[in-house]
């Protein structure tokens, strides 16, 4: 009786003493290498990103690794938002952990102060410059406020939202028939004259313009309502 038992326990100290002698990689490491794989690449475009790691299954049970960990992404484009940063072993066991990664960059983004509707012709007053986390903001965003003044919306926006380059349009500030101011440059010489805008025209758009004087008709670009520059 007493043979069977020492032979009994012999057996079940060898088939455990793998599994001792195994030891398990902290999860902590993982998330460490993908936090800071997430974190240089976004730093590389952004100043002061916000990095989130989501802690990993405390279940997950992998072999230490014995060589650096290897962090890489299969996404190329974007580098905000919820996105997973693979981590790879390569000796003694290869393994691979997608870990969940938020990264958060604040910025100033131009939203509406006040509900606007569709086809408003935006003023100063009608928008503020709010701190948002650009990687949410999946519509893009606009910075300058001045990009924005006098040009159109193409639908409602609510107080707070931020405005997206596709939902405004430019107001045509130039209009077909109208009398301008045809501005004429050549280096640091400028010469003024009255035209006929042959076209509408937002600011920054060409447009092509009779001289009242000369009768001829020139391209140039709209600078201001109004007013088109024409280089020389």
Known sequence: MNKYFM?????VIFLTNPVKAQTIHALADIEQTAFL???AEAQA???NPQIIVEAL??????QQCEQALQAFSNTVSNTLGNRTV????SSPTEWTVYVPVKVKVLQPVVVAARSLVANETLSKA???LEMMDIGELR??????TDRVIGQQLKYPLSMGMALPPRGLKQEKVV???EQIILVASAGSMEVRMNGTAMGDASVGEKVKVKNSSSKRVVEGIVHAPGVVKVTM
Not at 7 to 11: E, G, N, R, T, W
Not at 57 to 62: A, E, F, G, I
Not at 139 to 144: A, E, H, L, P, T
């Open 7 to 11: 032979s009994l326990m012999v057996s």
């Open 37 to 39: 794989y997430a974190a």
């Open 45 to 47: 475009n952004y100043d």
């Open 57 to 62: 299954d405390k279940r997950l049970r992998l």
């Open 86 to 89: 693979g981590v790879r072993c």
């Open 126 to 128: 009608d928008i503020t």
């Open 139 to 144: 519509q893009g965003y606009i910075q300058s």
């Open 175 to 177: 209009r077909r028939g």
